[in-house]
Each structure stands twice: as structure tokens, then as C-alpha cells.
């Protein structure tokens, strides 16, 4: 059944680097923080950490491991393993990627443009009121960022899994830990960060409550790239004497390391300038409240560049997964080349994005559901077809090819030290989870909950 011309990773480290690069991105700088301060900072630490080594350790070696067994893309992976009443599972796997990755190449856009404007002298322009409002909402100026966003995607893409994307991974995921660490440093110097600091690391358990669980489970959903088909994909890629336990392990590491800097280097230094009033999630608190940040610190324009460069790699690192997504469907759906497949994918994201980039201006009329286009398209891929999606892989594993394939798949290289678990949790703990996460993500986007 091995496809001989599948690519593949060389190694661990390989794997390794690039599905962490996948799981770090957005998500990890501008949400993480975020929840870590309203739910009570170290009480939402300790419930993340215990999610992603439960829940979040079953579902990324679920896909992964049915990924490696198969060497299929999750469309052909679900009808390898005689899942027919889950086949829609495939498909959500493979779509989802294709519906992301185009909003997201905007806000790589919106990354680039930012960064641009530290290197060439004219970030005092940023911390000036309504900027950001005025960039996103120019009827040229955020579609020639996703473009150029979408084109460093590309060309890292069509070079192919080990020389592109390996290669990309294992030098910006480190260059990402130490910018990362240097920024945390230098801003817990700062008069009055050490305030933030306590606040962040210091559970406060007065401030645990069911909702600090319910946003622990959607940012470890969230951000470990959980039923997205990145894991089935990069797990098809990777080689079969490589230790599959112990490379899922260092990505959880990995992942939850960058997440905790996201807090370090964000919460103390937002305190420090205004309290924990101006950490807000999402875009204002990384184009709006940073920027501010940054011109009120000594040498806050280097540590500006260092700041928006390290989002442009996980941002980028991000993105080339959820393309490389699409281009192995092309290429195992429709017999394309990686070149074709690569080139089907970039005209896919620009026809997608460059409306979605003109969503707050030129096309903000265009309002789904009462949403921008950018938050619609979040709003159906994260909120609603990634739950279900990962819903699917859990039946896929408990009701079509047992735990003895995993088992089999998983022992082939590793111990599996944490079998029990494993069992445990996908048996008892990820279907509840993966139906309070949809709810919850539905009835937020709604307003009768706030996450």
C-alpha cells in the first residue's frame, strides 16, 4: 500500500519542527495571553496543560497516527479505512484548509505591512488613533499585503516537503523561541511588569469557573491544529521508523512552551503601560495595543521589529501548512504536480482572499450572518467544521478501526507509555469536549456567551 513517490520528512526533528510550526501561529500570540489574564492566569495555565496532554495528546495522535498508517491524504485515509458512513469526515479534513488559509494569508498581510513599517522608520504612524482601522479598511493597501503574504507561502510550499517546508521550519521555529524568550526578558525590565508577571504565573483560584475550562479546551483545540487535516497530512509524511510517541510529546512541548512566551512576553508589558484593561484579543491587541506598547519603551523600535517579524513566522509557518494541506489533495485527488497543485492553491487563496482583505472597506457591505467576511469564514472553519470534524476521527477510531490500529500503528516505533490514557481519553473525555467546544464556540459568536 506504500506510495513510493510519497514525500516524506527526514527525521523526527523534521516532523517535529514542522507540525509545531503548524500549531504556533496566531492564535497562540494573540488569544493565549488574552484568556491566560481574564481566566485567573495560572489557574488557566495549570487547565490548559492538563487538556493538552489528555485531550489534546489523544486527537494529535489519533490523526496522526491514522495519517502515517494510510500515507493518504484524510479524504483517501477515511475511504482506506472502510469509513463510509464518516466519509464526510475526509472531506470536512481537506476543505477546512482551503477555507482558512485564505482569511489567514490576510492577516499575514496585515503581519507584513506592519513589520515593514518598524524596518523603514515609520512605526511612530502605528500608535496613531484609528490607523489600523484606516489600513484595513484602504481599498488597495490589504490586498497587496496578502498578496505578498500568499507568495512567501507559496514559494516555500512548491519546494516540496523536505527541502520547503522541513528546511523553513527548522530555522524559523528556533529564531521563534529566541525572540520570543529576548522579548519576554527585556520586557519584564520594565517599570511595573513584574505586577503582570505575578498576575500571570499565580493561579487564582477565586477566578476558576466552567468557562476558564471551556476556553482552556477551545485554545488547546485551537491551537495544536487539531481536525484541520495538517496532522493526517504531515502524519502521511512522516517516515515509519520514527518514534511517533515521543515526537507528539515534543510537539505538545513545543507548543505549549511558545504559548506561555506568547504570555510572558505580552501580559507584563501590557501591564506595565496601562493594566490589564488594554489586553484585548485578537487584532487590536496585536496591531493597536503592541504598537503603543513598543513607542513607550526604550528601545522600543528594535524590539518592535524583533516582535512583528517573530509574528511573521508563526504566522508563515502556519499558513504553509494549511496550503501544503491542499496541494497533497490536488496532488492525491487529481494526479496534479506539486508545481500545478502549488499554483492551484495560490489562485484558490487570492480569489478567496482578496475579498475577504477588503472586507472592512471596499467590500464591507458584503456581511454574512451580520459578520465581515473574514469573520465568517473564522467563524464556519473554526467554531463549526473543526469540532465536527474532530468529532469524526474520534467515532472513526472507537466505532470503525478499533484501538488495536492505533495500537499497532503507534508500538511499530514507540513504547506507548501512554496507551491508558490515550484509551481514557478518547473513550470518556474527547466527545463531550469536542461538544461543549462547537457549543460553546457558537453560542460566543452569538453573544450569549463571552469567551
Known amino acids: 500500500m506504500e506510495n513510493n513517490k510519497k514525500s516524506s520528512f527526514s527525521g523526527r526533528l523534521g516532523y517535529v519542527m514542522a507540525v509545531a510550526g503548524s500549531a504556533v501561529g496566531l492564535g497562540n500570540i494573540w488569544r493565549f495571553p488574552y484568556l491566560a489574564a481574564k481566566y485567573g492566569g495560572g489557574t488557566f495555565l495549570v487547565t490548559y496543560v492538563i487538556l493538552a496532554l489528555t485531550v489534546g495528546f489523544a486527537l494529535l495522535l489519533s490523526e496522526t497516527a491514522l495519517g502515517r498508517k494510510t500515507r493518504k491524504n484524510p479524504i483517501q485515509a477515511y475511504h482506506q479505512l472502510g469509513a463510509k458512513k464518516l466519509r464526510f469526515g475526509g472531506w470536512l479534513n481537506s476543505i477546512i484548509p482551503m477555507l482558512i488559509v485564505p482569511y489567514y494569508c490576510v492577516v499575514g498581510g496585515w503581519v507584513c505591512k506592519y513589520l515593514y513599517a518598524y524596518l523603514t522608520g515609520a512605526a511612530h504612524k502605528l500608535t496613531q488613533d484609528n490607523y489600523f482601522t484606516q489600513f484595513i479598511s484602504d481599498p488597495i493597501s490589504p490586498a497587496f499585503w496578502l498578496v505578498v503574504f500568499a507568495l512567501l507561502t507559496f514559494i516555500v510550499v512548491i519546494k516540496g516537503v523536505e527541502k520547503g517546508i522541513e528546511k523553513v521550519s527548522k530555522v524559523l521555529m528556533p529564531l521563534l523561541v529566541v525572540m520570543a524568550a529576548f522579548i519576554a526578558v527585556y520586557g519584564l525590565t520594565t517599570p511595573g511588569a513584574i505586577e503582570g508577571l505575578k498576575y500571570y504565573l499565580i493561579p487564582d483560584f477565586s477566578r476558576f469557573s466552567i468557562m476558564t475550562v471551556i476556553a482552556a ?64 484579543a485578537g487584532a487590536s491587541l496585536m496591531f493597536i495595543t503592541m504598537p503603543k506598547v513598543f513607542d513607550s519603551l526604550a528601545l522600543g523600535h528594535i524590539i518592535g521589529v524583533v516582535f512583528f517579524l517573530l509574528v511573521l513566522f508563526a504566522a508563515l509557518t502556519s499558513a504553509i501548512s494549511l496550503t501544503e494541506c491542499a496541494v497533497a489533495t490536488f496532488m492525491e485527488q487529481f494526479h496534479f504536480s506539486r508545481k500545478k497543485a502549488a499554483l492551484t492553491s495560490l489562485i484558490g487563496i487570492l480569489a478567496l482572499g482578496i475579498p475577504t482583505s477588503l472586507g472592512y472597506g471596499l467590500l464591507s457591505w458584503i456581511q454574512p450572518l451580520g459578520m465581515t467576511i473574514l469573520d465568517f469564514f473564522d467563524f464556519i472553519t473554526n467554531s463549526c467544521m473543526m469540532p465536527i470534524s474532530a468529532l469524526c476521527t474520534v467515532l472513526l477510531v472507537i466505532k470503525v478501526t478499533g484501538f488495536k490500529t492505533i495500537h499497532d500503528e503507534v508500538a511499530s516505533t514507540s513504547a506507548f507509555k501512554r496507551e491508558k490514557a490515550y484509551i481514557f481519553s478518547m473513550r470518556y473525555i474527547c466527545i463531550p469536549t469536542l461538544i461543549i467546544i462547537l457549543l460553546s464556540y457558537i453560542l460566543s459568536t452569538f453573544g450569549f456567551i463571552t469567551l
Do not use: C, R
Open 217 to 280: 479546551m477551545g485554545q488547546m483545540f485551537y491551537s495544536l491544529s487539531i481536525g484541520m487535516g495538517i496532522l493526517f497530512t504531515y502524519g502521511s509524511y512522516m517516515k515509519k521508523d520514527v518514534d511517533m510517541e515521543k515526537a507528539i510529546t515534543q510537539v505538545e512541548i513545543m507548543d505549549t512552551l511558545i504559548a506561555f512566551l506568547a504570555g510572558l512576553m505580552i501580559i507584563p508589558a501590557v501591564f506595565a503601560f496601562s493594566g490589564k484593561g488594554s489586553l484585548n
